[in-house]
């Protein structure tokens, strides 16, 4: 998640947020842009907003600080190498606080960029996605390279 590359690897706009439950639209901005399966990835995903430029519409930042506890459970440079070189065994039961993550209407764009489809992370506590609201919209750098790739 996040490293440091100038590119980002999606568009993402929170859709909805239902108690545990938060759907997220993504489209593929580079043949990089892989939609992964994981629990990592999903947590990077729902944390990203904690750290980047969020907006309320291009070129309109979000009204107020994104905050919220999942920033005390994670750390942002952990969460980078772990999508890199993988999560050391003794951390994954951390990852746990996700309970389910699926994609619902994947579509294909030309050549594999521009792919759509919708993140659905449901966690374990609804706090831990409260700081997530429809309408949100930021650039992401999130991945996994030892999630599970679809499509």
Not at 108 to 124: I, W
């Amino acid at each position: 998640m996040l490293p440091p590359m100038s590119t980002p690897l999606y568009a993402m706009r929170v859709v909805e947020v239902a108690g545990d439950t938060v759907r997220i639209e993504m489209v593929s901005t580079c043949e990089a842009g892989c939609f992964t399966e994981s629990n990592l990835f999903a947590v990077a995903a729902i944390y990203e907003p904690l750290h980047e430029i969020v907006y309320s519409r291009p070129g309109v930042r979000w009204p107020q600080a994104v905050q919220g506890p999942l920033r005390s459970l994670f750390d942002l440079e952990e969460l980078i190498e772990w999508g890199g070189g993988g999560v050391p065994p003794q951390e994954v039961p951390r990852l746990g606080i996700v309970r389910e993550v699926a994609y619902e209407g994947l579509r294909h764009g030309p050549r594999g960029s521009g792919d759509v489809a919708t993140l659905r992370v449901r966690v374990s506590d609804p706090t831990l996605v409260a700081h997530l609201a429809p309408g949100m919209l930021w650039d992401s750098y999130t991945f996994d390279d030892e999630g599970e790739m679809l499509g």
